[in-house]
């Protein structure tokens, strides 16, 4: 079983539309949590954190769930700048390791 | 501020050549990160070191992986001999100790293939 699992997609989506990323992720001693947006052959970047309380950056909310070891990002009034892979992060105890899902890739339509 | 650099950008190599892949940290970054990403297997850590000292290299996949860090702006991930099943992109990452949020900066890549 991988660490970090994601559909992989495509979702295909209309502009406007709101689009849900789900993850689930198998440590439970895990302790950090991110999204990293990569766009078509591009670096991985940082989109956001992920905090047990929920948080909401602009369009984007993410959500953790600990004791279902899940973690979810939803995307409002979808824009076609949006399309691109969205890569679920753990961080560990110890060390600054990341591991990463391996991604979700968002198409919005005009 | 300049970021993450990594050299070359893209490498085609045949079977059994050494290849050599560069990478500069952002200055000031304590942490350096090399990753590998292909469709089948994702984005996976191969070695990381902390000021200068490789501290995990569980991820390396096999001896004929190397990667050294003579120094805080600069680091190597030599594979020798190549093999067409090494053909991926390589990241280097770069961060702080801690940051809130923690983030790794990464590089642009190398696009490597093996033929």
């Known amino acids: 079983r991988k660490e970090v699992e994601q559909d992989p997609g495509p979702f295909n989506v209309p502009e406007g539309a709101t689009v849900a990323f789900n993850c689930t992720y198998s440590?439970?001693?895990?302790?950090?949590f991110f999204w990293y947006r990569q766009d078509c052959r591009k670096e991985p970047k940082l989109l956001m954190s992920?905090?047990?309380s929920g948080n909401e950056d602009g369009r984007f909310t993410a959500q953790l769930n600990r004791a279902s070891q899940y973690i979810s990002l939803l995307i409002r009034d979808s824009k076609l700048s949006d399309s691109a892979t969205y890569l679920c992060?753990?961080?560990?105890?110890?060390?600054?390791?990341?591991?990463f899902g391996g991604g979700t890739r968002l198409m919005v339509k005009p | 501020d300049a970021g993450v650099i990594q050299s070359p950008r893209h490498e085609v190599t045949e079977m059994g050549q050494e290849v050599t892949l560069r990478c500069k940290p952002i200055?000031?970054?304590?942490?350096l990160f090399w990753y590998r990403q292909t469709m089948m297997r994702g984005l996976e850590l191969l070695i990381y070191?902390?000021?200068?000292?490789?501290?995990?290299d569980s991820g390396m996949p096999e001896d004929r992986f190397s990667a050294k860090m003579p120094n805080a702006s600069f680091s190597t991930l030599k594979i020798q001999p190549s093999e067409p099943r090494d053909s991926a992109v390589y990241f280097c990452?770069?961060?702080?100790?801690?940051?809130?949020?923690?983030?790794?900066?990464f590089g642009p890549g190398t696009r490597l293939t093996v033929t």
């Open positions: 440590n439970s001693a895990s302790q950090s």
């Open positions: 992060v753990v961080k560990g105890v110890s060390g600054n390791m990341l591991t």
């Open positions: 992920v905090y047990s």
């Open positions: 990452a770069s961060s702080l100790v801690f940051t809130d949020p923690y983030e790794q900066y």
């Open positions: 200055s000031g970054h304590d942490y």
């Open positions: 070191f902390n000021n200068n000292v490789p501290i995990d």
